[in-house]
């Protein structure tokens, strides 16, 4: 089965060929056909997995070439798929929670003019994430790399007859590929001082490497997760890809695209640790982002934003469980991040559906006994996120902080409790807002048909059931198939003052202290909070605007660059390089100005001068003989 | 008694002179084509000449081309000519400056 690996990125792929080529008449079989197709690379995931799991944990790598691509001297970049664990679990969520969006999608975006077209993005995209993440070199997966970042455009962008969706999408593209320059640097460098992009030759020589070197590449490759993983300080664009259809902010905007940072820095953890200083940067990017995220998302009154930030706070933690060496937590984390907060996107989604697309927390309202099970589906996607005990979010999320105590880091571990604390508080709050309390605007909500509702129930079981996969660092089973990729999980028995156990209690402490401060302000009923939010205008308007880092680029990158562009349109254009042009022309006129006055146009003007060339050439050769 | 091949030449050289001076001082279109043929045939002569003078068959056949020549330049011109005329009514060279700037 392992050699058929090939068909789990060429269904999706087929798929977005066949509905880009023929959407018309497959118009209304789009939906259907997408999700059949990103259904059966799952099912080939999943056969493949067996085969993998039929195999000592150390054959588990298999290197499954496709084609030779470009082969130039020494430089070859084949196309070839990598089978081990770490990539086989990321197909495996990207299939996965794909799949159930992709049929969710079938009803969501029923009646929409571009139909076919959206099935054929989001196949394309599946496409792409899964060469990103099967990729057995570096320049595969930047191939990857670049086509999930064209289809999030391309999907954000989807409805570019709204003036923000379409600007939208120019700014993820435009943000993202800031970090996705530095990373091809990062690659060019890695290919000349290792002469290869192999995975295996390329991680292989890390040990090897001048420390400087090491960092250089490390940096640079950590710049391009930044920019797709939306961290600071490139964590612009993903608020604002929340203007996209909400089924394609749960997929590529919080389950999978923006994730592809994290599957870098760990697939790339050799080069990370051969640096002194790059784990620690990843590790402070991580926390100061998740902190960061998390009091943005206190602000936010669109509950689509609440998420999206919430989502670059949990990439964050993912950044933080690599930057301490817990890889495979960190992988964890990131598989129930993409349940769980798919399944907040899908109930986000379902509201907007039920709602004709209004999202604004502060007037909805009491939508729980209208939609149950989207207010269910919301409520354990929101304690998963939350971590509280027993869910998938909080064995990852406690991994992730008992990572970092046991790694010695103790500031990084109480600023992730921050963060935690903060998680529960931003959720807990849109939760309230939204499906509890009373109607604050004359809605007449509806629950969703069954193919949303059926897609956000799975997730919804993901997401409880998801911790018996890694319910322990040490012993989970994600962590344990993860190891021969990742290295083993270490046992830090006493590292710190505090057991394992102890640890996990204050994160749940932690948790269920931050879900009731938010009951308290926003569920009690003992507190106003509307006479709260106007007492705190300034304090909340800073939150709700992230911070004003959207306004600081504003001022000092976009505007100067808008300057300096009409500047060149206007003058340098205009003046210079048109003026260069036309005064070479120009020049050129009065030249011939002088010359055409020989030309008096009498015949026999022309007949002498014809005449005296004829004599002079004679007395040439006479004189020359 | 064989005529010295000098004769021959200066008879060549005062037609040539005569077409010569006639393409440079007339205005008159036909003129001036009659000048140039009396030109070509100038030449000819001179061809012939020292082909006699050489025993030498070259020159007799270079004669030849420069007819034929003549011949098809003198279809074009002629034409080119009728067709202005028949415009102008007028077959002046110093008129025809169309193309001047």
């Known amino acids: ?625 | 008694m064989r005529t010295p091949i000098a004769f021959f030449l200066v008879v060549s050289a005062l037609l040539f002179t005569i077409g010569t001076v006639g393409v440079l001082v007339r205005r008159n279109a036909l003129v001036i084509f009659m000048s140039i043929e009396l030109q070509l045939n100038a030449v000819n002569l001179t061809l012939i000449a020292f082909s006699r003078q050489l025993g030498e068959v070259n020159g007799q056949v270079l004669a030849f081309f420069s007819m034929v020549v003549a011949a098809a330049e003198v279809v074009v011109g002629l034409a080119i000519i009728v067709a202005i005329f028949r415009r102008r009514v007028s077959a002046n060279v110093d008129d025809i400056n169309l193309l001047r700037w």
Request: aromatic letters at 10%; charged letters at 15%; hydrophobic letters at 55%.
């Open chain 1, 1 to 625: 089965m392992t050699d058929l690996i090939w068909l789990v990125p060429a269904l999706p792929l087929a798929g977005a060929v066949a509905l880009l080529l023929a959407g018309k008449p497959l118009r209304r079989i789009a939906g259907g056909l997408a999700s059949l197709l990103v259904g059966a690379s799952f099912v080939v995931s999943v056969l493949v997995l067996i085969d993998l799991l039929g195999v000592g944990a150390e054959e588990r790598t298999v290197a499954v070439k496709i084609f030779d691509w470009i082969s130039v001297g020494s430089f070859e970049a084949p196309v070839e798929l990598r089978v081990d664990p770490l990539s086989m679990v990321m197909a495996l969520t990207v299939t996965g929670v794909g799949f159930l969006i992709h049929v969710y999608s079938i009803d969501y975006m029923h009646g929409d003019p571009r139909y076919s077209r959206y099935f054929a993005y989001l196949n394309l995209f599946v496409a792409a994430m899964l060469t990103l993440v099967l990729a057995n070199n570096l320049v595969l997966l930047y191939v990857g790399w670049e086509g999930v970042g064209l289809c999030s455009y391309l999907l954000i962008a989807f409805w570019f007859e709204r003036r923000a969706a379409a600007d939208a999408g120019k700014k993820a593209f435009i943000v993202t590929r800031i970090g996705d320059t530095a990373m091809l640097i990062g690659i060019f460098l890695a290919f000349s001082t290792t002469g290869s992009v192999r995975f295996d030759e390329v991680f292989g020589a890390a040990g090897g490497l001048a420390s400087g070197t090491a960092t250089a590449i490390a940096l640079l490759l950590f710049a391009g997760a930044v920019g797709k993983s939306a961290q600071l300080p490139l964590h612009v664009w993903l608020p604002d890809a929340m203007e996209g259809p909400t089924p394609v902010s749960a997929l590529i905007h919080a389950a999978t695209m923006v994730t592809a940072g994290v599957y870098l820095v760990v697939r790339a953890h050799a080069i990370f640790e051969a640096s002194e200083v790059a784990l620690g940067v990843v590790a402070v990017v991580g926390i100061v982002t998740a902190v960061y995220a998390g009091l943005s998302a206190i602000g936010q009154d669109d509950l689509k934003r609440v998420l999206a930030y919430s989502t670059i706070s949990q990439l964050g933690y993912m950044f933080l469980a690599a930057g301490v060496g817990a890889y495979a937590v960190a992988i964890f984390h990131l598989v129930a991040h993409a349940f769980f907060k798919a399944l907040l996107f899908l109930s986000a989604g379902s509201v907007m559906h039920a709602t004709d697309g209004v999202i604004d927390v502060t007037r909805l309202g009491g939508l729980r006994r209208r939609m149950p099970v989207t207010a269910a589906s919301f409520a354990v996607g929101g304690l998963a996120l939350a971590g509280i005990p027993l869910l998938v979010g909080f064995f990852s999320k406690d991994q992730i902080l008992a990572a970092a105590y046991e790694a010695g880091r103790t500031g990084l571990w109480i600023t992730g409790l921050v963060a935690a604390f903060i998680t529960a508080i931003y959720i807990t709050r849109a939760y309230l807002l939204t499906f509890e309390g009373e109607p604050r605007s004359e809605l007449h909500p509806h629950e969703s048909p069954a193919l949303m509702s059926v897609p956000m129930a799975v997730l919804g079981v993901g997401a409880v059931l998801g911790g018996l996969l890694g319910a322990s660092a040490q012993t989970g089973r994600v962590q344990r198939f993860l190891g021969p990729v990742v290295g083993e999980p270490e046992a830090h028995a006493a590292a710190g003052a505090l057991s394992e156990v102890g640890l996990s209690v204050i994160a749940s402490a932690v948790a269920v202290g931050g879900i009731a401060l938010a009951w308290a302000l926003y569920g009690s009923g003992r507190v106003d909070w509307q006479a709260l939010r106007a007492r705190f205008g300034g304090a909340r308007r800073a939150l709700s605007r992230g911070f004003y880092v959207d306004d600081a680029y504003g001022a000092l990158l976009v505007t100067p660059g808008k300057a300096a562009a009409s500047f060149s349109a206007s003058v340098l254009d205009t003046r210079v390089v048109d003026g260069a042009v036309n005064g070479i022309g120009r020049a050129f006129v009065r030249l011939a100005g002088v010359g055409r006055r020989l030309q008096t146009g009498l015949v026999r003007t022309y007949a002498l001068a014809f005449l005296l060339g004829a004599a002079a050439l004679v007395l040439v050769l006479v004189v020359r003989t």
